[in-house]
Structure formats: structure tokens, C-alpha cells
């Protein structure tokens, strides 16, 4: 019956096995995981738009190229997420009317405007530094298809954090200007940053949950602490200044402590009300209809195939 199987299956997770397709597995498990994986997916696609927004205004043709790959990755991750998503029994179309509909969320940082060039080295560095902190943790995840993809995407985000941080410490190597719109850069990117782990685990509705079944194997506080550590001393070695006047080291924790999060900014921001939710989400409704052609093309492509495979 259902209570043994359940048994079963956290039995097998306990034992560090993976979790596969075809395997049974409690449909609240197949529910969170096609909730967490597909929010991924949708970070990834939605993360293209601020970043897009510099590619024709790249300072050298150099940055341009990077920009360019980086970008595209990014859509990749996202495809290869849809896929591990898709595997768990849910379509494409599904997935995209949930985000279409904002029953589906995305990561908040995506929701504020890159204004500067420097803000493409500052969500490089802490956005996608903050995006590797989570995804290094997700390798070890239960569900195989979702592990798998965290490996190969692990490798390309640092790639893309390795880029911000050279960005970053270029501007801090020129003129006053630079460095001060470097500086800009970082004092709107840290908190928003430091808000993409997710409320505090004593507030996070689906954390205990997920660490049972092993989707997470890291609390969102635990995550976030390791992000703020790392960062403290990325920053001390180009000379920019976090923007947090509690942020201290704290010798009996072996950490840095730091100042508390806006949480109020990061509701409003998850619920539809961030400085460009709007504006995210048109822009995929009208590139998504503006591609409908591509989609019916490959459709009528692979029927002509397969009424003559049937002939
Ligand atoms: N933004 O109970 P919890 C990238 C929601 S990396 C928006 O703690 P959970 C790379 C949460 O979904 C970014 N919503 O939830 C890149 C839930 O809402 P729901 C993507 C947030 O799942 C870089 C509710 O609050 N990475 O894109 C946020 O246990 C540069 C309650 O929260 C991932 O998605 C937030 N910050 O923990 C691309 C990693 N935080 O579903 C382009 C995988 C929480 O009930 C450029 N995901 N919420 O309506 C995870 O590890 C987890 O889902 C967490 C949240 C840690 C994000």
C-alpha cells in the first residue's frame, strides 16, 4: 500500500540513492520538485533580460563576445531544466502558462533593471556567485535528471562568475568614474543577492519538507552564509565596500555576521510588485508569440517525418 511504499522510498533516499523517472515516488515529491525545478527553468529564461540589455552596448567587442555566451548558456540551463522538469510528467506548454500566469514564480533579482555596465559585473559576480553557492549544493539533490543537469551547469556558472568578477575588477582599476559606478552597482545588487537563498528556514514553507526528501541538502540560511563569507573577501581584494554597516567577523561563529534583510522589499518583489515584473514577464509573452511560427514549423516538420516513416 501507500504508507510502505513511502517507506520504500524514503528508505531509498536515506541510502543516498537517486531518484529516476520512471521510479514511483509520492506525487507531493513529483509536486515540489516540478514547483522547485521549473521556478529554476524560469529564473534562467527571465535571467536573460537584464543581461540582453547590454549586449549591443558592450564596452569592446571582447565583452561583447563573452556577453554574448554567457547569455546563451543561460538559455541552455534553462532548456536542459524544462527537460527535468518535463520528465516528471508535465508539458512545456503547461510549465510556460504557469509562468505566463504568475502561478509560477522566478528568482526576485531578475526583477530589478541592470542600469549601468556595471551592473553586468556585479550580477556576474554576486548573481551568479549567489546562483553557484545554491547549485554546488543542488549536485548532491535526490531526483537524478535534476542532479545531472546542476553538474554540467555548476561548470558554466563559474565561467559567468569569473567574468563578473573580471568586469569588476577592470572598473576598479580605472578612473574615478568607473570605480564609482562600480561601487553603485554593488550597493544595488548585495541585498538583492543576498535575497535569492530564500526567506530565513524558519520561515520557508517547503524547507523541511525538501531537506527530508533530499531536493535540498542545504538550508536557505546555511546557503546565504556561505555566499556572504566568500563574498567579504572577493570584495576586500579589489576594494569595493559591501553595503551593510553590521556586516563584522565573528570569531566564535567562524563566520561574518550581517544585518538583517529588507523583507518587506523581497515580498513585494516575489508577489508580482518588484521594480520590473511587469515589464520580465511581457517581454516573454511577446517573444513567446512572436516564436509561435518556429514552434508550428517543427511540428508540421516532424508529422511530414513520421507519415513517411509510416508509409
Ligand atoms: N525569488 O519555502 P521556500 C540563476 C519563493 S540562479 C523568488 O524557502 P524553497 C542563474 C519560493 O519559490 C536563480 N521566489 O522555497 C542566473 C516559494 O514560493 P512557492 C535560480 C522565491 O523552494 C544567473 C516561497 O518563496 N535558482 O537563475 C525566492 O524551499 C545570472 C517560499 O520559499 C534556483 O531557482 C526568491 N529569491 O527554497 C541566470 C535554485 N526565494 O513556490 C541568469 C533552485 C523563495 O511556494 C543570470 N531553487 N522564493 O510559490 C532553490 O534552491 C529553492 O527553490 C530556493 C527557495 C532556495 C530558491
Known sequence: NEQQLEAAFQARIDAEEKIEPKD????RYRKNLIRQISQHAHSEVIGMQPEGNWITRAPTLHRKAVLLAKVQDECGHGLYLYSATETLGITREELIEALHSGAA???????YPSLTWADIG?????????AIVNQVSLQRTSYGPYARGMVRICKEESFHQRQGYHIMMTLM???DEQRAMAQDAVNRFWWPSLMMFGPHDAESAHSAQSMTWKIKRQSNDELRQKFVDQSVEQAEVIGLTLPDPD??????RGHYDFGEIDWDEFN???SGSGPCNRQRIAHHVAAHEDGAWVREAIAAHEAKKQQRASK
Do not use: H
Request: hydrophobic content about 45%; overall charge negative.
Open 24 to 27: 514511483w515516488m509520492p506525487e
Open 105 to 111: 514564480k522566478y528568482a526576485s533579482i531578475f526583477n
Open 122 to 130: 556585479a550580477i556576474g559576480w554576486l548573481v551568479d556567485g549567489a
Open 173 to 175: 582599476q580605472g578612473s
Open 247 to 252: 556586516l563584522k567577523w565573528n570569531e566564535e
Open 268 to 270: 513585494r518583489v516575489i
